[in-house]
């Protein structure tokens, strides 16, 4: 997914900026924002089909070291996840990581 490689600077800053609360980070495709959100009551909004998946996700994520970004496309309608080490947060993750 390259369109994380571009963002991922700011998918960083926002979860090195709100991790005392082990956020969910989203990024908006279409409008290229990024939200931090407590884990949690992100997850507890979600539709019930992928409330339950995600939350084991989350949790597992949390006890790894790695945190989630889910990437939403509005225009498609997809919202899909995805896990990082935390200590990436550090370096960075290249755009050949998305490839």
Sequence with gaps: MLAL?????????????FKDIKPIIEYRLREQIVFAYPGLPYI????????EQARRIYVDAIAAGEFMVFVCD??????????FPVKESDKGISESTFS
Excluded: C, E, M
């Design 44 to 51: 507890n909004d979600l539709t019930d089909r992928t409330r």
């Design 74 to 83: 509005t225009r498609k309608r997809v919202l899909r996840s995805f896990v």
């Design 5 to 17: 490689g571009k963002i991922w600077p700011t998918i960083q800053l926002a979860y090195d900026d």
